[in-house]
């Protein structure tokens, strides 16, 4: 044999180890990609829902507590909420959920609730909603406040 033909040989054996590794390296690029966006998809989705399941706790408790909303940790105590909410900060499906009250003039209170992905662990979005407008509003770059558009 032929040092040239040694060399197609040798050349040949590459290619046909080589092609295939490459392709299983895309292959498992998107697939990592493909996962990670489907995550960030279902942690923002989870967390939308659990605005709007504080958001008719909260509902609940103004109705049956002369007027006033509740903390996060008085809707878990009235077995309301689940406890996945407790905590300081509360950290729940990848998000931080901050709610916040304020007492009214007329004696009653307000709240507003922001909800920010753990960086680098969950959702790009960030959302907040509050007791005046029930619409849950999102910003794709900081936290989320009553000027941004609704989802």
């Known amino acids: 044999m032929t040092a040239r033909e040694k060399k197609i040989i040798i050349a040949a054996v590459v290619v046909v180890v080589c092609v295939p590794l490459v ?6 690029g998107a697939a990592v990609v493909g996962y990670r966006s489907a995550m960030r998809a279902g942690y923002e989705a989870a967390t939308i829902q659990n605005l709007k399941t504080i958001e008719a706790i909260e509902a609940q ?3 049956t507590h002369n007027r006033t909303f509740g903390t996060l ?3 878990i105590k009235e077995q309301e909420l689940s ?16 709610l916040s009250l304020a ?3 007329n004696g009653s209170s307000s709240y507003r609730i922001t909800a920010d ?6 959702g790009a979005h960030h959302f ?11 910003n794709p770059d ?6 941004d558009p609704f989802n």
């Open 117 to 122: 992905p753990e960086p680098g662990l969950s």
């Open 73 to 75: 940790d008085q809707l």
């Open 61 to 63: 408790y103004f109705i």
């Open 23 to 28: 392709f299983a390296g895309v292959m498992v």
């Open 142 to 147: 900081h936290q989320a406040g009553p000027n």
């Open 128 to 138: 907040y909603v509050d007791s005046n407008d029930n619409r849950i509003r999102v």
């Open 83 to 98: 406890r996945k909410f407790s905590g300081h900060p509360a950290v729940a499906d990848g998000y931080v959920f901050t």
């Open 103 to 105: 007492p009214q003039p």
